[in-house]
């Protein structure tokens, strides 16, 4: 499966992104789908998780009541809608998918910088 994302850029604090992935294959072959994000220095974080129908989602603490993730398998999409954004939510965001044999795909990530 390829992931391409693509909605980062440079935003002040306060204001929203909205990121969006665009995966190969059909999204209803992809069991759950997320964002990650990594910041200079920093490790690999999860940022939020969607199930294979979009009933279920998980996200950090961090992003709760401000990030929205979602999917269209219609449309082979997922997407972060980022509100109230925060300089220290400046990372690199990554796309995942996880296929139901267990095997985790990345995309090429898309920066994301909040000025103060």
């Known amino acids: 499966v390829r992931l391409v994302e693509s909605g980062g850029g440079l935003v002040q604090a306060g204001g929203s992104l909205r990121l969006s992935c665009a995966a190969s294959?059909?999204?209803?072959?992809?069991?759950?789908m997320g964002w990650y994000r990594q910041a200079p220095g920093k490790q690999r974080e999860l940022v939020a998780t969607?199930?294979?129908?979009?009933?279920?989602?998980i996200y950090a603490d961090s992003v709760k009541g401000r990030f929205t993730i979602s999917r269209d398998n219609a449309k082979n999409m997922m997407y972060l809608q980022m509100n109230s954004l925060k300089p220290e939510d400046t990372a690199v965001y990554y796309c995942n998918a996880v296929n139901y044999s267990g095997r985790y795909f990345w995309g090429q990530g898309t920066q994301v910088t909040v000025s103060s």
């Open positions: 294959e059909n999204t209803f072959s992809i069991n759950a």
């Open positions: 969607i199930t294979s129908g979009g009933g279920s989602t």
